[in-house]
């Protein structure tokens, strides 16, 4: 079974500053990894994934995270936010071939002006 | 635009009833997945058909029974509502490793 820890509910930036959404999993097996994010009432929408190969991801809004397999982190990240980058974003989990994810509880990023 | 369809949007009803979600997939997904999101809870995964049968089982309540018909679409039924299960559902559809969200039915249980 798969897990996911998101250690920060919240989290407040200064526009245009750079910030850390932390994800940490755990899983016996090898892992898939997505960041996926929520504007206010919307559904979820995959920001980007990791399946295999480089552990540098690069997904959509400029948005990017590092898959790292010693410390069973995926930790998003973006070097300047925009206003509209607030949201609450859900790092999750799943195994290969085994189409059931696991989603963490969530980060709230509020950008401030 | 996800290519999800889910209706109802809002959905407003009284303890101890019985309501039907509906949702569409994708075209061409054979996968459709519930979730229930709730403040107390998060985002919990409930139970995922896969071209028409049961595939994957979570923390779905022996109250709630979903079904995938051979259109695909699926429908997620809630009997014996309780005021806990005011919370916005989702249905999600994939070909791979992807989910594609739809944007939600939102139950209150008055």
């Known amino acids: 079974a798969q897990s996911v820890t998101q250690l920060d509910s919240q989290v407040p930036v200064f526009e245009e500053a750079p910030v850390e959404l932390r994800c940490n999993y755990s899983?016996?097996?090898?892992?898939?990894l997505f960041w996926y994010v929520q504007y206010p009432n919307q559904g979820l929408q995959l920001l980007l994934k990791?399946?295999?190969?480089?552990?540098l991801v690069k997904g959509i809004n400029g948005f990017e995270a590092e898959f790292n397999k010693s410390q069973t982190s995926f930790h998003l990240r973006k070097p300047s936010v925009h206003i509209s980058d607030t949201a609450e974003y859900f790092c999750?989990?799943?195994?290969?071939?085994?189409?059931?994810?696991?989603f963490g509880t969530g980060t709230k990023l509020q950008v401030i002006p | 635009d996800s290519g999800v369809t889910q209706t109802p949007k809002h959905l407003i009803t009284a303890t101890g009833q019985r309501v039907t979600l509906r949702c569409s997939p994708r075209?061409?997904?054979?996968?459709v997945y519930w979730y229930q999101q709730s403040l107390d809870q998060g985002l919990q995964f409930l139970i995922q058909?896969?071209?028409?049968?049961?595939?994957a089982k979570g923390n779905i309540l022996e109250r709630f029974s979903a079904q995938q018909f051979p259109d695909l679409h699926s429908e997620l039924n809630l009997s014996s509502l309780e005021l806990g299960d005011s919370a916005l559902y989702f249905c999600?559809?994939?070909?791979?490793?992807?989910?594609?969200f739809g944007p939600g039915t939102r139950l209150t249980v008055l």
């Open positions: 075209s061409g997904d054979l996968s």
């Open positions: 999600a559809s994939s070909v791979g490793t992807e989910q594609f």
């Open positions: 899983s016996s097996v090898s892992v898939y």
């Open positions: 058909y896969y071209n028409g049968e049961e595939r």
């Open positions: 999750a989990v799943s195994a290969p071939h085994y189409q059931k994810v696991t």
């Open positions: 990791y399946l295999s190969g480089s552990t």
